[in-house]
């Protein structure tokens, strides 16, 4: 028999904890062991994030795919880790499918555009430098925040 473990998340960045909030809804508030967690909770939270409603007080549309994709994979990488160290017999997302990805339509800004953000004043400059590196670079605003002068 395994040991009794309560299921929660940990979360440290905003995407996990935009996952602990679905997770949340889904299970009403409650806790779940470890060991209730089987293939039928997984099929039911998928069918939850399908059904596409936010629990979000500022988001009135419904979830997209890509989100619902993010929201599993957040949850089925704790299943593994919990599989992996051994607190749960079987891993019940083997079976699952993710919910279909589509492909995100990306905007750029035009090289005039960029030219009026540079003319543009900013009371803070270092906010339109990392902005403007950020265009040029592609990098995001957590990469650029994590850049050593050694890099």
């Known amino acids: ?66 989100s619902q994709s993010l929201y599993f994979s957040k949850f089925r990488t704790i299943i593994k880790e919990a599989y992996r160290h051994k ?10 499918k993710l919910p279909k990805v589509e492909e995100a339509e990306r905007t750029y800004l035009t090289l005039e555009e960029l030219n009026a953000v540079v003319d543009t004043p900013c009371p803070i400059e270092n906010i339109k430098t990392c902005f403007l590196f950020s265009c040029l670079t592609g990098l995001r605003r957590s990469d650029i925040m994590n850049l050593t002068w050694d890099q």
């Open 1 to 66: 028999m395994l040991p009794c473990y309560t299921f929660q998340f940990q979360y440290g960045s905003i995407k996990r904890k935009s996952a602990y909030r679905q997770m949340y809804t889904y299970l009403n508030g409650k806790d779940i062991l470890l060991e209730e967690i089987d293939f039928k909770f997984v099929e039911g939270f998928v069918k939850f994030l399908n059904k596409g409603q936010t629990n979000f007080k500022y988001l009135s549309s419904t979830l997209k795919p890509n």
């Open 87 to 96: 607190l749960i017999n079987e891993d019940p997302c083997v079976f699952v």
